[in-house]
């Protein structure tokens, strides 16, 4: 039959670009674990002061990074998920990296990150921030302490003008929601540490 021989030779003609896409997803999948944990490994390694190790993680999670992207611009609807959660991650490293070691935080721009992961990127961040503060109040650094306090506040009053609706930031709203609660009770960390 000449519709049933049709079919197969069209499915036989795309399958090798299934199969190529499918690889390519698998790879992402791969590579975004990877971004994911080496950007975590550098707010941690920010965290305890370890400059040189955690500079080497952040290489690590950019050049990773490069690798992710170059998959992603050949097979743009593959981004979602994991690979848009490992876009955020190196964003939210980036600010915390920047200013643990004092440098200039990279833009989403120059990433290459999409705006909108780099923006929840910044919003995850600011909890980071908050343990930075914690750290700094038990070793009894109140002014560095406050001065974290007062980037935490800054960036957060950024995000907060950003009215848009959930479809076009997706969980903005609530990340905006909870860091209000977290600079609460930082604020009150702080206050207490002056009591002290």
Known sequence: MDLVNQIKDYVEKITPKLQERFDSREKLLLLSREVIRYAGETISLSHKMKKEEATKRYEMTLQKLKELKEVVYNYPELLYGDVG??????????????????????????????DIYYILGIADAIGEL?????????????????????????????LWELEYPKALVPNLRQKIDSLRRLLEE???????AHLE
């Open 186 to 192: 930082t604020n009150h960390d702080l206050f207490l």
């Open 130 to 158: 908050r343990r930075r503060v914690l750290e700094l109040l038990r070793k009894r650094e109140v002014e560095k302490a406050e001065q974290t306090y007062t980037i935490m506040e800054e960036l957060y009053e950024i």
């Open 85 to 114: 959660t490992a876009f955020q991650e190196v964003a939210e490293a980036s600010v915390v990296y920047s200013i643990y070691f004092d440098q200039r935080v990279p833009t989403g721009e120059e990433l290459g990150i999409p």
